[in-house]
Each structure stands twice: as structure tokens, then as C-alpha cells.
């Protein structure tokens, strides 16, 4: 398990990574950096599990990373302009740029969970 300096420092440094891609002119699309509550989320995500379901809003990039999309995969769909639209039903994440419009999204699947009366959250 790593610790959760190490787990601070390496979403810190994602970001980073691609706000310095972003500012060499690379992504052609809009980006939204997360920064500051690393702590918050690294403690929040202890309690969802790899087969919940996550639902996010544009500011995504640290709740894929911790909720277990893989960091070259999820790098490589921000370099192709899709950063604030993540989706891998692989790993139960979707997200959308659209205020609220996730909702209606996340309530489908919340309800498909409960008719096939499965755990997943």
C-alpha cells in the first residue's frame, strides 16, 4: 500500500505532467487541474471499491486516477482532447462537462444495479 504522501505526491505530479503538456500547445481542448484537496479525495475514495461505480464532473483527473483507471490510458485520452468527458465502463468511471448532466446517468445505473440486485454502489 503506498503511503499517502507518496499517493499526494504522484497526483500532484499527473498534473503537472499535463499542464505542462496543455501549455506546449499538445491538447488542443480545455483541461480542468485539480490541486489542494488530494488529501480529501485520497481518504474519501478508501470507501469506494473497484466495482462501484463513479460518476464525476469535468475536474475528473484525480478520481480516475484513484478510483483505478490507469494513468497511461487516462493520459492518453486527455492528450486527445477528452479530458473533461473520461469514460471506461472497464473500471465503472464515466464523466461528463455538462453541469447536472451526469445525473441522470448515474441514477440509470443506480437503478440497473438494483433491479439486477447487485452490490455495486
Do not use: C
Not at 4 to 15: R, T, W
Not at 69 to 97: C, D, Q, T
Request: aromatic fraction near 10%.
Amino acid at each position: 500500500m503506498i503511503d499517502k504522501n507518496k499517493k499526494v505526491k504522484k497526483l500532484i505530479d499527473f498534473e503537472l505532467k499535463v499542464k505542462k503538456i496543455y501549455e506546449s500547445g499538445i491538447i488542443k481542448a480545455p483541461i480542468h487541474l485539480s490541486g489542494g484537496n488530494e488529501l480529501q479525495l485520497i481518504n474519501i475514495f478508501k470507501k469506494i471499491r473497484k466495482k462501484d461505480w463513479v460518476f464525476s464532473t469535468w475536474r475528473n483527473h484525480y478520481h480516475a486516477l484513484l478510483h483505478g483507471v490507469p494513468e497511461k490510458w487516462l493520459f492518453n485520452e486527455i492528450v486527445a482532447g477528452r479530458s473533461m468527458g473520461i469514460i471506461s465502463k472497464k473500471h465503472h468511471f464515466y464523466s461528463s462537462a455538462i453541469v447536472a448532466g451526469i445525473l441522470p446517468i448515474a441514477l440509470g445505473v443506480a437503478m440497473a444495479n438494483k433491479k439486477n440486485n447487485n452490490d455495486k454502489i
